[in-house]
């Protein structure tokens, strides 16, 4: 028997108690190492990420020499909890003590509604009062996934009756799931974002060969609110497994929650949501972090070491990435998300002009063609067959292995001296949080908005300089204002070239090359 979580027996539809609006709340529990950390509960992905503001104060010196250690600049920055709410933000590169550097987050200019009255029932678990006016709720289709024996995966039930689910038998199982007791998996419809839940039940059935498997899921326009219900697909796809064709809470669930589609055409979504940058600790209760996507940024960073670096830079530039492990599949996919938040810049007006960093999450086989048409994306498989369609992505990912077969790609796979200094900076400033937290009892920043900030402000600060040079009197970039970017003059070259033709940015290169072609 798959076991049930000890926090929520099944069907018992708990709600999480809202935080007291009149006092902060408590600290957020430090994530676990991805070693220790069961798949099914690692935290991992957003739409695009609308670009506004300006990031600030990560520990980059705003002059153009090397970062200093006595900055206290403070700038404002946008910050936007949802699709249809923004909050402006102060980030303070420093909080005034030395060798501390500090993200405060607090919003300025933004009140937060007061939680809705008791006599409102809440219907779903883990969904409190505190989540009904955040966003409104946009499903668009639930469903249920069994394996048959003699048919293999197959749709069992599903609302709306008539909604094409072609292919989310494959997705939201994923393959060699057979091997596994749990797992969730995001995914990519067409236009709609999907998130299941696969559980693996032992059973007396000579018919069902011993196993029974399910999951159960559900589409929206955006994944930016999936992770609310995955307590609920949890609970759900247990309770499939042992009282099948039972449906009725999934269609009361359906009900409560199904989207009101645009009424044009056959009702599809024809554009995929923007990036928004979620700042966790103000918006959910601390319990609800580690299933949000963007709870698992330390542990992508923790598990890739100084390769992130590496992982940056193509997705900077807009690659093709693709990232392959065997089952579970659901940390895959927030290491996805965490690809894609590498390349947040807020600067307006950059961008605009190359394709999107799209994520993709979960695909098997019968994504081939779509894949064939992507020009840009961040993807995950179980499926060891993708590393031999070297027509299909520019980058391969395996376990800890960054890899690419593109020739003009390779110098990039090698860490320079700036790529090293810039993640020693991210490791102390994290440690330094960290402390702050543990000493000071400083609960006002957590580790996502720093890793966040960190890349958003560097790169910010690339393109700043870029757009600088590009619209001087003499557009020349100098192996100084190369520095003052954070990268190596001779190492990052090849970077720099690929980052200018890709972006459109018309400067000239005066960089000499000292290192063999």
């Known amino acids: 028997m798959v076991e049930q979580s000890d926090r929520a027996p099944l069907l018992d539809w708990e709600e999480i108690p809202p935080p007291d ?5 408590p600290p957020p529990p430090a994530p676990p190492r991805e070693e220790d950390a069961p798949a099914e509960k690692s935290s991992q992905p957003v739409g695009r990420r609308t670009q506004t503001g300006t990031a600030a104060g990560t520990g980059w010196s705003s002059s153009s020499s090397s970062s200093s250690d006595n900055s206290t600049a403070t700038a404002t920055t946008t910050i936007t909890c949802s699709p249809s709410r923004s909050v402006t933000a102060v980030v303070a590169s420093r909080d005034g003590s030395p060798g501390r550097p500090r993200t405060d987050l607090r919003g300025h200019g933004w009140t937060r509604p007061e939680p809705l009255g008791t006599d409102r029932n809440v219907h779903f678990p883990g969904l409190s009062v505190r989540d009904q006016w955040e966003e409104k709720d946009q499903i668009v289709a639930v469903f249920v996934v069994t394996f048959d024996t003699r048919s293999g995966n197959m749709v069992e039930w599903c609302l709306p009756h008539d909604i094409n689910l ?3 038998e494959f997705k939201s199982m994923a393959s060699g799931s057979h091997r596994i007791t749990s797992d969730f998996i995001y995914f990519r ?3 709609y974002f999907g998130l299941a839940c696969f559980a693996n039940m032992p059973v007396e059935s000579e018919l069902e060969r011993g196993a029974r498997m399910k999951s159960v899921g559900i589409l929206s326009p955006s994944y930016t609110l999936l992770y609310r219900y995955m307590h609920f697909l949890e609970n759900q796809v247990r309770h499939q497994l042992q009282c099948p064709g039972q449906y009725s809470p999934l269609e009361a669930f359906y009900e409560d929650k199904k989207a009101v589609l645009p009424p044009i055409g056959n009702g599809l979504v024809t554009a995929c949501p923007t990036w928004s940058v979620t700042t966790i600790n ?5 319990e609800m972090k580690i299933t949000h996507p963007a709870g698992c940024m330390s542990q992508f960073i923790q598990f890739f070491g100084e390769q992130i670096m590496v992982l940056w830079k193509f997705a900077l530039l807009r690659k093709r990435l693709l990232i392959f492990s065997p089952p579970p599949v659901g940390v895959v996919c927030y290491r996805v998300y965490c690809c894609c938040s590498l390349a947040n810049v807020s ?20 994504d081939i063609t779509a894949l064939e048409t992507e020009m840009s994306y961040v993807a995950c498989t179980t499926e060891k067959i993708f590393e031999e369609k070297k027509e299909l992505y520019d980058v391969y990912v395996d376990n800890q292995n960054v890899k690419t077969h593109r020739s003009h790609l390779q110098p990039l796979l090698r860490l320079n ?4 200094e810039k993640y020693r900076k991210l490791s102390e400033q994290r440690q330094m949080l960290l402390y702050s937290q543990e000493v ?7 580790e996502e908005d720093l890793f966040i900030l960190f890349f958003m402000e560097l790169n910010n600060r690339i393109f700043q300089t870029l757009s600088d040079v590009a619209g001087s009197t ?5 192996t100084e204002h190369v520095r003052a970017m954070g990268l190596d003059p001779q190492g990052d070259r090849s970077f720099l070239v690929d980052l200018l033709e890709v972006y459109g940015i018309d400067v000239t290169l005066v960089i000499d090359n000292l290192c063999c072609p």
Request: proline share 12%; glycine share 12%.
């Open 21 to 25: 609006p009149n006092q902060a709340g």
């Open 166 to 168: 072609d292919g989310v």
């Open 189 to 191: 419809k067409g236009c």
């Open 282 to 286: 103000r918006c959910m209760h601390p």
């Open 347 to 366: 600067l307006p007006g950059i961008g605009v002009s190359v394709p999107e960093l799209r994520p993709f999450f979960y695909i098997n086989i019968a």
């Open 417 to 420: 001296a700036a790529d090293k």
């Open 440 to 446: 000071d009892g400083d609960c006002t920043s957590n």
């Open 474 to 478: 003499d557009p020349t970039l100098t």
